[in-house]
């Protein structure tokens, strides 16, 4: 079973320009979830969807955050535009059921210049 | 608010040694706890979890937990740690009244030295 992806894995954009993540959950995880680790802080949660359907978007920071899951499959997370604090580590996760463990992706670190 | 501390930056702690890295938390209700280890250029691996029941948990690679409600911890432990746990471990914490989303610490550094 193939776990979850994301796209790309590094991400190096100047102040200003608009950069968009993708994640692609595991198959038939309906929840998915994105969350942020900055500057070796801790990871912090951005928001989850159930399918297409935004469930709780609490932990995103700024109008400039917009995140879709267009058919209920996989995610994007668009800046923009970039600001020099939206550096960081980009986790996706998902989990078949709310209540289950997350099962997250390799990152995506993005470097804001 | 919730919350979840790892007063640890960094734990070493030499090869077949026993192993422990701390966590606590702050959640109203009773807490799910999670482990989750950082391999280098790697995602976030689930390791174990507490949810009910025994609180002693055993989990992935042969790490283990303790729950212990009175003193909110979930110390994570091995008895024999190998040179390849070194890694970053996060502890996490998700109320079982509120949202799904899971409070993180700010991760422990373990350096298993040969």
């Known amino acids: 079973e193939a776990g979850v992806t994301q796209f790309p894995s590094h991400s190096v954009i100047e102040k200003g320009q608009t950069v968009t993540l993708r994640c692609d959950p595991i198959?038939?995880?309906?929840?998915l979830y994105w969350y942020r680790r900055v500057m070796g802080k801790e990871i912090k949660f951005l928001l989850h969807?159930?399918?297409?359907?935004?469930?709780?978007e609490s932990g995103m920071p700024n109008n400039r955050f917009l995140a879709e899951r267009t058919g209920g499959t996989y995610s994007t997370l668009k800046v923009q535009p970039a600001e020099l604090e939206d550096s960081g580590v980009y986790f996706c996760?998902?989990?078949?059921?709310?209540?289950?463990?997350?099962?997250f992706g390799p990152g995506t670190r993005l470097t804001v210049l | 608010a919730q919350s979840v501390a790892q007063p640890e930056d960094q734990v070493n702690v030499a090869e077949g040694n026993p192993l422990t890295v701390k966590c606590t938390y702050s959640?109203?209700?009773?807490?799910?706890l999670f482990w989750y280890v950082q391999y280098p250029n790697r995602g976030l691996q689930f390791l174990l979890k507490?949810?009910?029941?025994?609180?002693l948990v055993k989990g992935s690679y042969g790490f283990e937990a303790e729950f212990n409600k009175s003193q909110t911890s979930f110390h994570l432990k091995k008895p024999s740690a190998l040179v390849s746990d070194s890694a970053l471990y996060f502890c996490?914490?998700?109320?079982?009244?509120?949202?799904?989303?899971?409070?993180f610490g700010t991760g422990t550094r373990l350096k298993v030295l040969a």
């Open positions: 996490a914490v998700r109320s079982i009244s509120g949202t799904y989303k899971y409070i």
């Open positions: 507490y949810i009910t029941g025994d609180n």
């Open positions: 969807f159930v399918k297409e359907s935004k469930q709780d």
């Open positions: 996760a998902s989990s078949q059921a709310g209540w289950n463990e997350q099962f």
């Open positions: 959640v109203s209700g009773n807490p799910y």
């Open positions: 198959s038939g995880h309906d929840n």
